[in-house]
């Protein structure tokens, strides 16, 4: 993602019309998430985000009072855009090959640049804004267990069995999050996706009870 320019001129604008409000949290988000990439959290301000998304100050204070609203936001939707542009889980295949299916294409999301560096920022601000870091953290995790989930094929994903939300809980915990971690204190991105099938094979056979139970209890197709 290109950074934003330097140069550009501090433009204030008024609140924008209704019919605009749409790319003018767009503009700021986008323009937020280049700054805080770039400069971290740490060296980025409000004031500096309203000059390059050339927006009014007020209206960029109406809509996030603080820093860490601003990079709450930014955060939810970098998560939630790498979710919307994953493949969908492959159909035609059984319970094992859809769980590594699911599993490898999380580990690779995971393993994004933005990602990591996301992961990073909110990790070195964890002290001064726990709540900050606790929210990207369960969004994140949130997120990799709907996925799991509709790999699974759970029948109605918003009222999945409890014992199959556990199963996708762990799954996340023992195939995905290593390797993440891992990623965020700098081991080489692409080792760790050469270790990625073998990480989630491991996983598939420590939850093979689990599996067993839930194919059972018919929650899985």
Known sequence: MPSPSRDKPDRRRGRPPA??????????????????????????????????????KSSLYARYPSKGDLFAAVVSLSIQTMFDHMAPVPQGLNLGQRLQAVGEALIDGMLHPRCVAFMRITAAEADNFPDLALMAYQ?????????????????????????????????????????????????DHAQLRMRSSQCVQDAIELLQEKIAVANEGQAIT
């Open 139 to 187: 969004v994140s995790f949130d997120g990799s267990v709907a996925y799991v989930l509709k790999g699974l094929r759970a029948a109605n994903h918003g009222a999945a069995d409890p014992a199959l939300i556990k199963l996708a809980q762990r799954f996340v915990e023992l195939a995905v999050q290593p390797l993440s971690f891992q990623a965020a204190f700098g081991i």
């Open 19 to 56: 019919s605009q409000a749409g790319q003018f949290d767009e503009r700021i988000l986008l323009v937020a998430t280049s700054l805080f990439l770039e400069r971290g959290f740490g060296r980025t301000t409000l004031d500096l985000v309203a000059q390059h998304a050339e927006v009014g």
